[in-house]
């Protein structure tokens, strides 16, 4: 008898073995019981679908690891609800004392967003986690991992990419929101769940405009507000007064803001802070804002860089001819909210003592950062109807992010990673953000879709210069 040698454990093609009697039977017989499976496989599943009408067949794909090329992303569509499906015209987001006229959508809006705040920080749609995206505490969301060449968040600085990476980021959070908001509105008596369902529909979150209005809004500064939830009026935490951190995370956070030689006093109390020690911040923020000239520099974007995209967006751009941009209006406001200020006369640049997380690496923790912010995008969209013609144009960032080396060049197909559109898979780029129709929101300012680009931008200016020319008193 021939006895095989070192025989493979799973030989390639058991059939081979074989002589022709014995696989003609294996053959057949393996081929009668596939047919025999599939039969009763037909049978038994007609039978089901029948005896059980309305039974939908559900396949569950197994988790897989985010690392996997098929892995789906967090898709950031932005909020879907009240867009009218004719004219294509989306809800607008509003200015916070015109946001606080519609009760029930103040309701919806403080309820959701403190759900969201209370979201345990190890799911990937917490607030926590969310905050993480843009700077410290320097870790991976959802899986989009790279080289971390320098201690930062996703968020891109000091790069044309600036306004642009932020839409998306705007985005994720108002369609958690507005999804919240949605299931929430339904669960309200009948007698006013019409009214809040329909508030739920246009709701957008609000922006805080500190170029017309140069001080903190009284709702962020109150710990508790009493709001009409679905079991009727209840005194809740005020979520845009504070978020506190989540139980085991403010070790992590300090030792990531070491890195940065910040100071660790905005970590002592285990909640996001606006400079306590302050006589009266509000007064402080007001006569910061002041003294940085951000109204007026908000209204020189418009008027003094020619419609210059590169200038307009960052301040990694800079030059004497050009000592304005977003990005720079933007930090003044994170300064004159996060720290206290002294201007030496004839200096150049403020020194600014660090009292609050608005003003670190940590901002995005401050639930104000998402009204500054949404302030921020839509002095983007307005200059962008103003100059629908500028745009991004490759230039060099000499910052990096969590994802890319400093000194890339950074350009409109550049991935605005970790944030991925409609099919989860394909990463937004300043191409793709670039019509906040995308993310089905507008601004007042925008809404009217009958206009010609010329007369949109006519229109646009002539708002701009009635809020903040320096001729207004
Ligand atoms: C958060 O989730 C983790 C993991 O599921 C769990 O171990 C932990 O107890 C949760 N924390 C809270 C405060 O619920
Ligand atoms: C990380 O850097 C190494 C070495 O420079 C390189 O080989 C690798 O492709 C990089 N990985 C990513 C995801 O960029
Ligand atoms: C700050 O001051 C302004 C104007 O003086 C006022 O309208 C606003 O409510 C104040 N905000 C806070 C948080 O007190
Ligand atoms: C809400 O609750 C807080 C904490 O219990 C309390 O200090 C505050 O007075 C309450 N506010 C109202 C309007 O009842
Ligand atoms: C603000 O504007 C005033 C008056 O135009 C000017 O003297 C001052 O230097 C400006 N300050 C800053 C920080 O730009
Ligand atoms: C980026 O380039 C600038 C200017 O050439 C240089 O000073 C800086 O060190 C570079 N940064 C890195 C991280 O290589
Ligand atoms: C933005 O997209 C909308 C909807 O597709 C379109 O009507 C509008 O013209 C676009 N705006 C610009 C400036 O391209």
Same mark, same amino acid.
């Given at each position: 008898?021939?006895?095989?040698?070192?025989?493979?454990?799973?030989?390639?093609?058991?059939?081979?073995?074989?002589?022709?009697?014995?696989?003609?039977?294996?053959?057949?017989?393996?081929? $009668?019981?596939?047919?025999?499976?599939?039969?009763?496989?037909?049978?038994?599943?007609?039978? &089901?679908?029948?005896?059980?009408?309305?039974?939908?067949?559900?396949?569950?794909?197994?988790?897989?690891?985010?690392?996997?090329?098929?892995?789906?992303?967090?898709?950031?569509?932005?909020?879907?609800?009240?867009?009218?499906?004719?004219?294509?015209? +989306?809800?607008?987001?509003? #200015?916070?004392? #015109?946001? $606080?006229?519609?009760?029930?959508?103040?309701?919806?809006?403080?309820?959701?967003?403190?759900?969201?705040?209370?979201?345990?920080?190890?799911?990937?749609?917490?607030?926590?986690?969310?905050?993480?995206?843009?700077?410290?505490?320097?870790?991976?969301?959802?899986?989009?991992?790279?080289?971390?060449?320098?201690?930062?968040?996703?968020?891109?600085?000091?790069?044309?990419?600036?306004?642009?990476?932020?839409?998306?980021?705007?985005?994720?959070? #108002?369609?958690?929101?507005?999804?919240?908001?949605?299931?929430?509105?339904?669960?309200?008596?009948?007698?006013?769940?019409?009214?809040?369902?329909?508030?739920?529909?246009?709701?957008?979150?609000?922006?805080?405009?500190?170029?017309?209005?140069?001080?903190?809004?009284?709702?962020?500064?109150?710990?508790?507000?009493?709001?009409?939830?679905?079991?009727?009026?209840?005194?809740?935490?005020?979520?845009?007064?504070?978020?506190?951190?989540?139980?085991?995370?403010?070790?992590?956070?300090?030792?990531? +803001?070491?890195?940065?030689?910040?100071?660790?006093?905005?970590?002592?109390?285990? +909640?996001?802070?606006?400079?306590?020690?302050?006589?009266?911040?509000?007064?402080?923020?007001?006569?910061?804002?002041?003294? &940085?000239?951000?109204?007026?520099?908000?209204?020189?974007?418009?008027?003094?860089?020619?419609?210059?995209?590169?200038?307009?967006?960052?301040?990694?751009?800079?030059?004497?001819?050009?000592?304005?941009?977003?990005?720079?209006?933007?930090?003044?406001?994170?300064?004159?909210?996060?720290?206290?200020?002294?201007?030496?006369?004839?200096?150049?640049?403020?020194?600014?003592?660090?009292?609050?997380? $608005?003003?670190?690496?940590?901002?995005?923790?401050?639930?104000?950062?998402?009204?500054?912010?949404?302030?921020?995008?839509?002095?983007?969209?307005?200059?962008?109807?103003?100059?629908?013609?500028?745009?991004?144009?490759?230039?060099?960032?000499?910052?990096?992010?969590?994802?890319?080396?400093?000194?890339?060049?950074?350009?409109?197909?550049?991935?605005?990673?970790?944030?991925?559109? #409609?099919?989860?898979?394909?990463?937004?780029?300043?191409?793709? +953000?670039?019509?906040?129709?995308?993310?089905?929101?507008?601004?007042?300012?925008?809404?009217?879709?009958? $206009?010609?680009?010329?007369?949109?931008?006519?229109?646009?200016?002539?708002?701009?210069?009635?809020?903040?020319?320096?001729?207004?008193?």
């Amino acid at each position: 008898m021939k006895t095989l040698r070192n025989p493979p454990l799973y030989p390639r093609n058991p059939l081979r073995h074989m002589d022709h009697a014995a696989r003609f039977n294996y053959v057949t017989r393996a081929l $009668m019981f596939l047919a025999f499976a599939i039969g009763v496989l037909l049978i038994g599943g007609v039978a &089901l679908k029948y005896a059980t009408p309305g039974l939908v067949w559900k396949f569950t794909p197994p988790r897989l690891s985010s690392t996997a090329a098929h892995y789906r992303h967090v898709r950031v569509v932005g909020a879907k609800t009240g867009i009218n499906s004719e004219t294509g015209s +989306a809800p607008p987001r509003l #200015e916070l004392s #015109e946001f $606080m006229n519609s009760a029930e959508g103040v309701d919806l809006y403080l309820q959701c967003h403190l759900e969201l705040l209370n979201k345990n920080a190890s799911d990937k749609l917490s607030f926590y986690q969310i905050a993480a995206i843009h700077g410290g505490p320097y870790q991976a969301w959802d899986g989009v991992t790279g080289n971390v060449t320098f201690p930062s968040g996703y968020a891109t600085h000091r790069s044309v990419l600036f306004p642009v990476w932020h839409r998306p980021y705007l985005a994720l959070f #108002e369609q958690i929101i507005s999804g919240c908001a949605v299931k929430l509105a339904k669960e309200y008596d009948e007698d006013v769940r019409k009214a809040y369902e329909d508030a739920a529909s246009v709701l957008r979150i609000p922006y805080w405009d500190w170029a017309a209005k140069p001080w903190l809004p009284a709702i962020v500064a109150q710990p508790f507000r009493t709001v009409r939830t679905p079991k009727g009026l209840a005194n809740i935490t005020n979520p845009l007064h504070q978020f506190t951190f989540p139980e085991g995370t403010v070790d992590g956070l300090r030792a990531a +803001a070491a890195i940065h030689k910040e100071d660790p006093i905005i970590w002592t109390t285990g +909640a996001t802070m606006r400079c306590p020690q302050l006589a009266d911040h509000n007064g402080t923020v007001s006569d910061q804002l002041g003294t &940085l000239n951000t109204t007026l520099r908000t209204y020189q974007l418009f008027t003094e860089l020619d419609g210059d995209y590169e200038h307009f967006a960052s301040i990694g751009y800079w030059d004497v001819h050009h000592r304005i941009s977003l990005e720079n209006v933007h930090n003044s406001v994170h300064l004159a909210v996060g720290t206290e200020m002294t201007i030496e006369e004839g200096a150049e640049w403020a020194r600014s003592r660090l009292c609050g997380h $608005m003003g670190s690496d940590f901002a995005s923790f401050d639930p104000l950062f998402f009204l500054h912010h949404a302030n921020i995008d839509r002095i983007f969209a307005l200059w962008q109807a103003v100059f629908p013609d500028s745009y991004v144009t490759p230039r060099i960032s000499d910052l990096g992010t969590y994802l890319r080396p400093a000194n890339l060049t950074d350009n409109i197909d550049t991935p605005l990673q970790p944030f991925f559109g #409609e099919d989860g898979k394909t990463p937004y780029t300043a191409a793709t +953000a670039r019509n906040i129709s995308t993310f089905g929101y507008t601004y007042l300012e925008l809404m009217d879709l009958t $206009m010609s680009p010329p007369e949109l931008s006519e229109h646009v200016l002539r708002i701009i210069s009635s809020l903040y020319s320096e001729k207004k008193s």
